[in-house]
């Protein structure tokens, strides 16, 4: 535990994972601010996803703890600023596929919500 990084921020970076692995939508819904939006490039075009068509992808993808795919989160470095604002760089496996996310996170109405995710496939 670093004890410069709340620990509810903690907690909220290792939902962020929870959900990721178990496609839990209680868990999307706790976390994910109602503007949050997902950022990405491919084939070198802008593609930007909102809330819910994100959660409605995550409610149609076979969890990757439904099959014991092996977990790999980590956290790559954590930015905070002041009492409510933060940005996570994290690494995650979704079963044969990596990725490097940028998550912004805001903490209103007494919880960290995350607000942007701008994320690439690594491998």
Not at 28 to 42: E, G, H, K, N, P
Not at 78 to 103: N, P, R, T, W
Request: include cysteine.
């Amino acid at each position: 535990m670093n004890p410069t990084i709340p620990s509810s921020l903690e907690a909220a970076i290792q939902q962020y994972f929870d959900i990721l692995y178990t496609c839990d939508l209680a868990k999307f819904d706790a976390l994910f601010s109602a503007a949050a939006q997902l950022q990405t490039v491919r084939d070198g075009s802008l593609v930007v996803i909102g809330r819910n068509d994100y959660r409605a992808l995550l409610a149609q993808r076979t969890p990757p703890a439904s099959v014991g795919a092996a977990r790999h989160d980590r956290v790559l470095h954590v930015d905070v600023q002041g009492d409510h604002c933060a940005m996570a760089k994290v690494g995650v496996s979704i079963i044969d596929k990596e990725f490097v996310d940028y998550l912004c996170f805001l903490q209103a109405d007494g919880r960290w919500q995350l607000v942007s995710k701008v994320y690439m496939q690594t491998a």
